[in-house]
Nanobody
């Protein structure tokens, strides 16, 4: 089991930046993949970014070049740096963890990100 707590969401103007944080309740060194997903009402949750225990990263097409995922193993925390934000980035952002493979087994409670035009 692992508990995930997100923070850092909020309201920002288009073109601005935010950094989300996800603190895990145990060492993330043993977690195969941690990720960020987002969801808007009426749509499926979509992958934003993922980082593996080996440091491999991948991103959703809509955020490539604008968002950066990173991890601090000493703090058991994963970050999502979001630059050049667009109104279409507005969503609830969820942190996830997968002990094996890439499919999330654990989710945080979500943090709202709102980008105004």
């Amino acid at each position: 089991q692992v508990q995930l707590v997100e923070s850092g969401g909020g309201l920002v103007q288009a073109g601005g930046s935010l950094r989300l944080s996800c603190a895990a309740s145990r060492s993330i060194l043993s977690i195969n993949a941690m990720g960020w997903y987002r969801q808007v009402p009426g749509k499926q949750r979509e992958l934003v970014a993922r980082i593996t225990s080996g440091g491999y990263t991948n991103y959703g097409d809509s955020v490539k070049g604008r968002f950066t995922i990173s991890r601090d193993n000493a703090k058991n925390t994963v970050y999502l740096r979001m630059n050049s934000l667009k109104p279409e980035d507005t969503a609830v952002y969820y942190c996830s963890a997968a002990d094996r493979g890439y499919s999330p087994a654990y989710w945080g409670q979500g943090t709202q990100v709102t980008v105004s035009s």
